[in-house]
C-alpha cells in the first residue's frame, strides 16, 4: 500500500497536465478536437523554443488553452504564444484567422486572403451592376515600398466582400497598439500589415462559432492589434507561476509538472 501511494503522489508529467486539463474543458473545445495530436505538438513547441519555458507553466498552459479552444495548432502556425515583457502573449496568425473564418462562416467560403500593396502595383476599385468591386494588378516580384494592404472573402455562392487599408491607416492601427514595438510588429511588418486588414475583414463575415468560449476567444483576437490587454488576462499578469520547468538530461520538458 505505501509503495501504490507514493507512486500516486508523483507529480504529472507536462504532457500529463495539459492532457488532464483539457479533459476538464472538453465542452468547450471543437467537436473535432484531436487531444493527441494537440498535446504531441504543444510539447515540441516548448521543446523547440527554450525562451517560452522562462515564463512559468502557469501562463504556458493558459495561453495553449486559448489555442486549443479555437482548435488552431501552434506547431504548424496558425497561432503563437510570443514573449514580450513580463507577459507571453496569445495571439492568432493570419492562417489561424483564415481557417475560423473558413470553418465557421455561416455562408460558405470558397476562399479568404490578404496582399500587401506597393509600389509599382495597381489597386482599383468600382461598382459595377451596383456591386463594389476591385480590381488588383501586382507588378512582377514587386519588392518595392509597402503603400497599402487588402482582404477579400470570396463566398462559394460567387459573391465577395473586401477591406483596403492605406499604409497611414495600417501605421495608425500600429500606433494605437501598446506592443507596436513588439518582435512581431518589428520582425514581421508585413505579416501583421496582412492580420490587420484581414482582422477587420472578419468582423464583418458572419460567424457561428460551436460555444461562447470560442466567440469570445475570436472577438479578442480582433482586437488585438489594439487592445493588448485583451491578449493576456490580467489574473496571468498578476499571479503568474513563476516555476521554473524540469526538465531531463536533454535539456526537454517532459519531466513532472510542479503546479497548476
Not at 12 to 30: C, G, I, N, R
Not at 36 to 50: G, I
Not at 120 to 133: C, L, M, P, S, W
Amino acid at each position: 500500500m505505501a509503495e501504490k501511494t507514493e507512486l500516486a503522489e508523483q507529480p504529472k508529467t507536462f504532457s500529463v497536465a495539459l492532457a488532464d486539463k483539457l479533459d476538464s474543458v472538453q465542452e468547450a473545445l471543437p467537436k473535432d478536437f484531436n487531444k493527441a495530436r494537440f498535446v504531441q505538438n504543444a510539447l515540441a513547441l516548448v521543446n523547440d523554443n527554450k525562451d517560452l519555458q522562462k515564463y512559468g507553466q502557469a501562463q504556458l498552459m493558459s495561453g495553449l488553452l486559448k489555442g486549443a479552444y479555437l482548435g488552431l495548432d501552434f506547431y504548424s502556425k496558425e497561432c503563437y504564444l510570443i514573449p514580450y515583457g513580463q507577459q507571453l502573449n496569445y495571439q492568432t496568425d493570419y492562417r489561424g484567422a483564415k481557417k475560423l473564418a473558413k470553418k465557421y462562416s455561416i455562408r460558405p467560403i470558397k476562399d479568404i486572403y490578404a496582399k500587401l500593396i506597393r509600389e509599382g502595383d495597381e489597386f482599383e476599385e468600382a461598382v459595377i451592376n451596383g456591386e463594389q468591386t476591385f480590381n488588383f494588378k501586382p507588378k512582377f516580384l514587386n519588392d518595392g515600398n509597402i503603400i497599402g494592404a487588402f482582404a477579400v472573402v470570396l463566398y462559394q455562392d460567387g459573391g465577395l466582400s473586401y477591406d483596403v487599408m492605406s499604409l497611414a491607416d495600417l501605421e495608425n492601427t500600429r500606433k494605437q497598439s501598446k506592443a507596436s514595438n513588439s518582435p512581431a510588429w518589428k520582425n514581421f511588418t508585413g505579416e501583421m500589415y496582412k492580420k490587420t486588414v484581414l482582422h477587420r475583414l472578419c468582423k464583418h463575415i458572419e460567424l457561428d462559432f460551436e460555444n461562447p468560449t470560442q466567440t469570445s476567444l475570436f472577438t479578442a483576437g480582433m482586437e488585438i492589434e489594439t487592445d493588448t490587454e485583451k491578449i493576456v488576462e490580467a489574473e496571468i499578469a498578476e499571479n503568474a507561476n513563476k516555476t521554473e520547468f524540469l526538465t531531463d538530461a536533454d535539456g526537454q520538458i517532459e519531466a513532472p509538472f510542479m503546479g497548476e
